[in-house]
């Protein structure tokens, strides 16, 4: 995991302050500070330590608000001025794969190795078998016991002397990961935060677009289609700073709270006018 030793004033709490040093991460990305998160181990704390639900709440319906008032709009006039056509299909909601599925596994491929670098590229074998075989059950559960593997730990053998001059003890130390090579040197570490500005900007391209396969067909000049994923772009961005201050629970939890506006809004629509 890349952690930065560099000592910095704590952010400051709030509405206003959040929305200033997110304004601020997205001008120059950086990897601390870190929002403070409950006691417990480091692996446990980037998955889990930083869920606030108010923190998650607030930010979903600011993202529902900037893409139903404003980014939605132009995507889809976009999309009608391209002549796009959308997979999603109305009358088949598919809430498994938006509400579970999607920000589980977007988040592992774009915005897992915003933090642990060596553990995304341990994966990488199966974000490709992902991508070539698509969501198969036995692809799914391929991610599953990777990610396992990743997560697993060991405790580091420690001797003990004792003070009598007898023989040492071995007990249990601190833990390292199962796999070896996952933690990178220091020198991989120093290199990978200063090329973290590009990193994340380039994830965030890479995670809006992805979202360009949502369409059937485009038949429009180049330029015109990041206009057709400006939501997922915006949505990337907040998600990317939220992984980097809260870990990667309060990422997913927010995908999933973001993906439930559309399903909602649809189904409502449904059910009033069928």
């Known amino acids: 995991m890349i952690e930065t030793t560099q ?13 200033c040093d997110f304004a601020r991460f997205v001008w120059r990305p950086r990897l601390s500070p870190r929002w403070p998160r409950r006691a417990m181990p480091p692996l446990a704390a980037d998955w ?30 976009a999309a009608s001025q391209a002549g796009a056509e959308h997979r999603f299909d109305p009358m088949q909601i598919p809430w498994l794969l938006a509400l579970v599925w999607a920000p589980i596994v ?29 969501r198969d059950i036995w692809v799914t559960g391929f991610l599953a016991l990777s990610l396992l593997l ?20 071995v007990v249990a130390g601190a833990r390292q990961p199962l796999l070896p090579g996952i933690r990178w040197s220091w020198r991989w570490n120093r290199r990978f935060v200063r090329a973290f500005p590009w990193v994340f900007h380039l994830l965030t391209l890479g995670f809006a677009g992805l979202h360009l396969f949502n369409f059937k ?23 990317g700073w939220l992984r980097v201050r809260g870990g990667m629970g309060l990422a997913m939890l927010v995908h999933a709270g973001f993906n439930a506006g559309p399903l909602l809004v649809v189904w409502a629509v449904m059910s009033l006018a069928p």
């Not at 988040?107 to 992902?130: K, V």
């Not at 990743?150 to 003890?169: N, Y």
């Not at 330029?223 to 939501?231: G, I």
């Open 7 to 19: 000592r910095q004033a704590p952010l400051a709490s709030g509405w206003r302050a959040e929305l």
């Open 48 to 77: 889990l330590g930083g869920l606030q639900w108010r923190r998650a709440l607030r930010w979903v319906l600011l993202l529902w608000l900037c893409n139903f008032l404003v980014l939605g709009p132009l995507a889809a006039g």
């Open 106 to 134: 977007e988040e592992l491929i774009f915005r897992l190795g915003m933090r642990r670098p060596g553990a995304a590229l341990w994966l990488l074998p199966s974000f490709l078998t992902l991508a070539w075989y698509g």
């Open 150 to 169: 990743v997560t697993l730990t060991r405790p580091i053998p420690r001797a003990v002397r004792h003070a009598d001059g007898s023989q040492p003890t």
């Open 217 to 239: 067909s485009v038949a429009a000049p180049l330029w015109l289609w990041p206009m057709l994923v400006l939501p997922q772009w915006v949505t990337g961005l907040a998600l």
